[in-house]
């Protein structure tokens, strides 16, 4: 098994920063794909960005694209979504998702079939 924790959600007003951090525990080497997905009241859980922690190899949702960047820090078993030029449509719950993908090249879609484990989610706030 593995867990999840993240970390680092909050309010801030638009145009601001912040990062989250998503820590993984137990058995890790189940996994080689960590992912972020936001889920709005009353909505489904939408996949935001993903990292390959083996190879580095990133994806990102349309919407954030040149705003947020992913990474991570494979000593700490840390997967990093660093928020910037947030606007009110980021708002949401946060969730951190991990799963193992066999795919050679490097892919896995940015849906919650796709992921195995999931953490319990940090609130992100953005106002006006």
């Known amino acids: 098994q593995v867990q999840l924790a993240e970390s680092g959600g909050g309010s801030v007003q638009a145009g601001g920063s912040l990062r989250l951090s998503c820590v993984a525990s137990?058995?890790?080497?189940?996994?080689?794909?960590v992912a972020w997905f936001r889920q709005s009241p009353g909505q489904g859980r939408v996949g935001v960005s993903n990292i390959f922690t083996y190879t580095g190899r990133t994806d990102y949702h349309d919407s954030v694209k040149g705003r947020f960047t992913i990474s991570r820090d494979n000593s700490r078993n840390t997967v990093y979504l660093q928020m910037a030029r947030m606007t009110p449509e980021d708002s949401g719950m946060y969730f951190c998702a991990a799963a193992y993908s066999y795919d050679a090249g490097g892919y896995l879609p940015l849906r919650e079939f796709a992921y195995s484990y999931w953490g319990q989610g940090t609130q992100v706030t953005v106002s006006s």
């Open positions: 137990g058995d890790t080497a189940d996994i080689n794909v």
